[in-house]
């Protein structure tokens, strides 16, 4: 754990964009019944925190990717943060949709494509990183290079890091899941037994029982 991943992880914590329960899961739109709700569009409400996210992330933008000649956010939820993020760093910005509007112009990807361009990816938390990838794909398939992705939170699935590695897109976190719930042990938000059963289900969340 790193300073700066605790210090990201407790903004997070203070705002309440991450809950706890293993008493009452959260239901995911997948299905999967969960002890974490993890929404980092809460942070946007408190501008303290929020300036404090987004220096966070200029500067694991500036540092790690200097060859990002613009950012592209994953839609929606990592809008808001692109954006401010391509405003402070002064650089091109764009989001990509799910798929495509079904009228309009049908766009997916909004704002100016640029060919041959080198893009950073933008997105608020990573889970499977399915959506996230596909984002990936459409730029590449739009004549962009991704040189890799940047999110404010990522749970660390396997399946999501092996799904990164084949894509071959470097991807970098401010917190993660296991720093939070060292925190949450620390600041005695949960139990040894309730860190237990937390971390038993990151380790397959699929079939995890409370």
């Known amino acids: 754990m790193t300073s700066n991943e605790k210090a990201v992880a ?3 914590l203070q705002v309440e964009a991450v809950k706890l329960n293993n008493e009452s899961p959260f239901t995911w739109a997948s299905g999967w019944k969960s002890p974490i709700y993890c929404d980092n569009r809460k942070v946007l409400s408190f501008p303290y925190v929020r300036d404090f996210i987004k220096s966070e992330l200029c500067s694991v933008i500036f540092e790690n990717y200097p060859e990002a000649e613009a950012l592209a956010a994953v839609a929606t939820a990592g809008i808001a943060w692109g954006a401010m993020a391509a405003d402070q760093l002064k650089l091109p910005f764009l989001y ?7 009228h309009g112009m049908g766009n997916q990807i909004e704002g ?5 361009k080198k893009l950073l990816v933008i997105e608020d938390l990573i889970s499977t990183g399915k959506s996230s990838l596909q984002v990936c794909d459409v730029i590449r398939q739009a004549g962009m290079e991704v040189v890799g992705m940047v999110s404010i939170f990522n749970y660390g699935f396997p399946h999501a890091v092996e799904a990164f590695e084949q894509s071959a897109v470097k991807l970098q976190s401010l917190t993660n899941y296991e720093v939070l719930i060292e925190l949450a042990v620390e600041k005695g938000i949960v139990d040894e037994n309730q860190q237990k059963s937390l971390l038993n289900w990151r380790a397959n969340p699929a079939e995890w029982k409370k």
């Open 112 to 116: 100016k494509i640029m060919p041959g």
């Open 96 to 102: 990509v949709r799910p798929k495509p509007k079904e």
């Open 10 to 12: 407790e903004k997070l």
